[in-house]
């Protein structure tokens, strides 16, 4: 039995051996930071990776689940006695990604041209690169660290499909007198009721599934937020409007206007004339692009080329009928109304004949 037994134990053992390169493997597929770049390298005992998006953000973890957290890995890179740590999460797509960004960027960082959109603060880059957010920080800034940075975003991989598509909201904010860093895209309560927007989750009714942006913007008495409400349907935005205007918000005066979809809201240090200046400039356009040919090319529609053909040969043999009795008809009759006359004379001959001897 001991035997038995052993042998049962060995084969266990060669299995697991040579099914760890496989774990392995499968393991490492789902890791998305690369292993090196630009002469950096990762070190394999500083790889964490996490599911849960309270252990990368024990405050705004509910946030990150508004955006569609997948997952995220954190990693210590080095190059020549400098290291670089990376954290860097994945969302289900480029929005989630973005509507990230714009919670964490903050107004006196400055903008880099790193992945799909950066901004740094010192030794602190903040970017995003399709549905990957990352946040790297350096031991020293250096003339090459952009391009470094630059490395590591075209090393992260690429969504695909829909997945890779931006919202189209944020074009609605007008950029005239707009603070930088202060634009922000959110898609669930718990982000409006962190950023601090006045107006309550149970009023913009998230059941309704609509997006939300906001930006900050100069005035001559000070600042004033702008907030556009971005429901997917025109019916839905003008019911929510009187709604909105009703309310008792907090931080006042506020102005409120609707077009197609959107329900742009102004409030803070801003006068009445500029708050109109600001809400005139917000307008819905929309964007129909027709995705589906509305017929076949004509090189590849071959089942119409024959139907074509099988129509002309039909119309040119009516087309043959037709005229072929209304020639035979009028000859009739002018027969019986011109006997003799017109056709059928009785010195023409039917038959040319040459008379040849």
């Known amino acids: 039995m001991v035997s038995a037994f052993s042998r049962v134990l060995s084969r266990y ?128 800034v250096t003339a090459m660290s952009g391009a470094d940075l630059r490395s590591l975003a075209d090393a992260l991989p690429h969504p695909q499909g829909n997945t890779a598509a931006l919202p189209t909201l944020p074009g609605n904010l007008p950029a005239q007198s707009q603070l930088p860093n202060t634009s922000r895209y959110l898609i669930g309560p718990e982000a409006l009721a962190r950023l601090g927007v006045p107006i309550p989750p149970q009023l913009v009714d998230f059941s309704k599934s609509p997006e939300i942006v906001m930006a900050q913007y100069r005035t001559s008495a000070g600042q004033a937020t702008l907030t556009i409400i971005g429901y997917p349907t025109p019916q839905m935005a003008r019911e929510k409007l009187p709604q909105l205007q009703a309310a008792s918000l907090p931080g006042g005066p506020f102005y409120f206007k609707r077009t197609g979809p959107f329900v742009a809201v102004i409030n803070g240090a801003i006068s009445a004339d500029e708050a109109q200046s600001l809400l005139a400039s917000v307008n819905y356009d929309a964007d129909i692009t027709w995705n589906q040919a509305t017929k076949p090319r004509p090189q590849e529609d071959r089942a119409g080329f024959i139907v074509a053909l099988v129509l002309l040969c039909v119309l040119v043999v009516l087309a043959a009928a037709i005229f072929g009795f209304a020639f035979g008809g009028l000859r009739l009759l002018l027969s019986k109304l011109y006997p003799n006359k017109v056709f059928n004379h009785s010195d023409s001959a039917d038959i040319i004949r040459l008379d040849l001897k």
């Open 13 to 140: 053992f060669v299995l697991c051996v040579l099914l760890s390169p496989c774990l392995s493997f499968a393991q490492g597929t789902n890791r998305f930071l690369p292993r090196d770049f630009s002469g950096w390298k990762i070190e394999p005992q500083s790889i964490k990776t996490a599911a849960d998006p309270a252990s990368v953000d024990t405050t705004d973890g509910a946030v990150l689940s508004e955006y569609g957290f997948l997952d995220s890995e954190i990693g210590t890179y080095s190059r020549n006695g400098r290291k670089m740590q990376i954290k860097a999460a994945r969302f289900k797509d480029s929005t989630g990604a973005y509507g990230a960004f714009s919670y964490y960027v903050q107004p006196r960082m400055r903008a880099e041209t790193v992945g799909d959109k950066a901004a740094s603060n010192n030794a602190r880059i903040l970017f995003y690169k399709g549905n990957i957010l990352v946040d790297a920080s350096l031991e020293h």
